[in-house]
């Protein structure tokens, strides 16, 4: 919201604030379900200590999020990602 | 009828012929609850991602079956006292991801480890077989 009014404002009156906008990697793609197994997809969604990263950092939609976030979790359940890495 | 994924988490350190083992066991239950076996997916030797009852290392199975929705309690029973599986998970699959699984591939990934098998001779193969029973 705060974003689409930004633009309204005449550009003068604002300083121009440069963000890029992010996209979502599998929206890029097509891809509508997220494969628990495809290791090769999620690794790159994963922090160096385990952690799945954030949307606001990845800059992957809601649903996709949403939908990686379960793809993990199974994927840590049956052990072929960590819950946790040693520093 | 529902579609089920499982995947299987057996001991490492198993012959192709106790893995078939396992999936004629599971097969037998299937066909004992009006289920069926649709494909089966060896995925072979990995690391896991954590240690599991002491091993790190697992022989992966991957299974697309039909089940009765009430017998899917009974079939983790069972997976749980089978003592060669170390650990498994179940999933009910729409009738779009089980189109899209049944049509895909195998996905490839990391399966390096699957190298570091010790190459057995087949003459040497008797022995191996006993000392396998030997460690279970």
């Known amino acids: ?87 | 009828m529902k579609s089920y994924q499982s995947v299987l988490i057996l001991k490492a350190d198993l012959d192709d012929a106790q893995v078939d083992q396992v999936i004629e066991k599971i097969t037998e239950f299937l066909s004992k609850n009006n289920g069926s076996l649709l494909k089966v997916d060896k995925w072979g030797k990995k690391r896991l991602g954590y240690r599991i009852k002491k091993s790190r290392f697992g022989y992966y199975l991957n299974i697309y079956h039909t089940c009765e929705s009430l017998k899917v309690s009974a079939l983790e029973a069972d997976y749980k006292l089978y003592d060669l599986i170390l650990k498994f998970l179940v999933i009910k699959l729409s009738a779009k991801e089980l189109e899209q699984e049944m049509k895909s591939d195998e996905i490839d990934n990391g399966v390096e480890e699957a190298k570091e098998k010790k190459p057995v001779t087949k003459s040497e193969s008797d022995n191996g077989v006993e000392e396998v029973k030997e460690k279970n």
């Open chain 1, 1 to 87: 919201m705060a974003r689409s009014s930004g633009n309204k404002i005449s550009k003068s009156t604002r300083k121009k604030t440069q963000f890029t906008q992010k996209i979502c990697r599998f929206c890029a793609d097509k891809v509508t379900r997220i494969i628990f197994y495809d290791i090769k997809s999620l690794k790159p969604l994963i922090s160096e200590r385990g952690k799945i990263v954030s949307s606001r950092i990845s800059g992957n939609c809601a649903m996709h999020q949403r939908r990686l976030t379960t793809a993990i979790k199974r994927a840590r359940n049956i052990a072929l990602l960590p819950f946790a890495e040693a520093s």
